[in-house]
């Protein structure tokens, strides 16, 4: 062996190592989101227990306190507040026992002893563990890659090995199985890289659909101002005619865009709305899960058709062609890869842009980083893969002792994953702490404040019926800031 096979057999021990690292790492952070997966999982289901008992003893304590009202009023007025169902006394008792029985207007609706409470965080649990989920899985995926990698990595050491004498080559299976260990190491790669665009662009589309259901929100009551202002000025048959006026000049635009004439613009108008209507349906089918879907089922395929023929093939020239095809393919879709990267990642960085939190900016520079070192290194690989099969160009010399191996294997396979590991690594997350002691449900001593309000309505219970009914003017949250305050944040 000369001294350019022992400088190569060399650079790939060096990449054997840096894979084995890479592994180890990928490893570990796997198996550390999979424990803390589980330890949020059973945090959560210790919260939904505690804010349980909690809501059966404040319906307990309510219903103590409305009895006491009630003797206090029986005390003072000597009569029963059932026979006056219009007095205050009556309407006391009326708010008492609806609270003791559980359907006070504190509740929200949350009746059924907390049911709609902890389906709430079901679901919110639910949709969490779904977008962790993804992450989960590019670290699995990244460990079978490099797992193959350091295969195929091992198989090409014995390769560029001496041969001893009376010793051949290989037979063509062989060379097969070390050409489909190298191209499955690409595709999982591939499909972990894939995921983490997938994330991004479903962070993405719930940011648009919140911000569309603000804006629709914000449509709807600048509508119910129009409208209430036209009532108090225009008189009621007015208000019929000025609400089809609003759409008239859009109307007459369409009209006049579909073409000149009833039937003419009638025409353009319904093409347009079918062209309308394919795209929303396009819009609707083609969601971030199905395009990553649909490119890694055809990068597979692809790349499985070719194999399969190769391995029944043994012309060399056949060899060549079919592993030159395979090459586009897998250059070809990383080129792809880096430009998802770069359009979802701006896209991201322009959301997070707007948000007035004090994570946005760390958010922003760690995006920022992840996709322009991400697309790079892939549109770098690309462009190296492309090189020889379509443009006839091989490397010699310097440029290939500084691009090969490293440039096309390790670097866009394990300098991406570091960044994911280091800026997206799982953290484990603690309840906020209270604000405001006026705000029981952001405090853990949530049963302390139960107790001193119930201390406090019973010694003035007997003082007057208003102030035995004060456990009412319990501080009002809705149960959607107390989920969200509760639930890992």
């Known amino acids: ?27 570990v952070q796997t198996a550390y989101r999979q424990w803390l997966e589980a330890e949020r999982g059973a945090a959560l289901r210790r919260v939904r227990e505690k804010r349980r008992s909690e809501r ?84 699995q995926n990244l460990v079978l890659a490099y797992i193959v990698r350091i295969t195929w990595l091992m198989l090409n050491i014995f390769q560029v090995a001496p041969i001893p004498k009376g010793a051949e080559h290989s037979c063509q299976d062989m060379h097969t199985l070390v050409s489909a260990a190298n191209r499955f190491a690409q595709l999982l ?9 997938g994330f991004w662009a479903n962070i993405l589309r719930q940011h648009s659909t919140s911000r569309r259901m ?35 000049s859009e109307r007459a635009q369409t009209e006049a865009e579909g073409g000149n004439g009833g039937n003419g613009g009638a025409g353009g108008a319904r093409d347009k709305e079918g062209f309308n209507a394919i795209c929303s349906l396009l819009c ?9 879907l649909l490119l890694n089922f055809w990068v597979y395929v692809i790349i499985i058709i070719l194999l399969s023929v190769q ?45 007035r939190h004090e994570s946005a900016a760390q958010l922003v520079r760690s995006t920022i980083v992840i996709s322009t070192v991400s697309s790079l290194l892939f549109a770098l690989r690309g462009v190296l893969f492309l090189l020889e099969p379509l443009f006839a160009f091989r490397l010699t010399g310097v440029w290939a002792q500084i691009m090969y191996p490293w440039f096309f294997y390790p670097v866009p396979e394990l300098i991406p994953a570091l960044l994911l590991m280091h800026y997206m690594s799982p953290k484990p997350r603690s309840f906020r702490s ?8 952001l405090s853990t001593s949530f049963s302390d404040y139960v107790d001193q309000n119930a201390s406090a309505a019973n010694q003035d219970s007997g003082a007057s019926g208003a102030n035995a009914a004060g456990f009412g003017s319990f501080p009002k949250q809705s149960s959607r800031q107390g989920e969200a305050n509760m639930i890992w944040v």
Request: negative net charge; charged residues 25%; hydrophobic residues 40%.
């Open 1 to 27: 062996m000369g001294a350019d096979g022992a400088a190569h057999a060399a650079a790939l021990e060096v990449c054997v190592g840096l894979y084995a690292c890479g592994l180890v790492l990928a490893s």
């Open 56 to 139: 059966a003893r404040v319906r307990r304590l309510t219903a103590r306190t409305g009895a006491a009202a009630l003797l206090a009023v029986e005390g003072t007025d000597g009569g029963d507040p059932r026979r006056a169902p219009g007095s205050e006394s009556g309407r006391l008792e009326d708010d008492d026992v609806a609270g003791g029985n559980g359907t006070d207007d504190n509740d929200d609706g949350d009746n059924n002893d907390g049911r709609g409470d902890d389906d709430q965080a079901s679901n919110d649990m639910i949709v969490s563990k779904l977008d962790r989920s993804r992450l989960y899985y590019v670290g």
């Open 189 to 197: 790669c591939f499909t972990a890289y894939t995921s983490v665009v």
């Open 214 to 248: 603000r804006v629709g929100l914000s449509s709807e009551r600048e509508v119910a101002a129009a409208l209430a202002q036209s009532t108090t000025r225009r008189r009621p048959g007015q208000l019929m005619v000025a609400i089809p006026d609003l759409f008239a």
């Open 284 to 292: 609707m089918l083609l969601t971030p899960d199905i395009v990553q």
């Open 311 to 355: 391995w029944f093939e043994c012309d060399k020239e056949t060899y060549d062609e079919i592993d030159r095809a395979q090459t586009i393919t897998i250059a070809v879709f990383f080129l792809l890869l880096g430009t998802m990267f770069l359009r979802y990642g701006v896209s991201l960085v322009s959301a997070l842009s707007k948000l």
């Open 434 to 441: 209270p604000a405001n002691p006026q705000t029981p449900l």
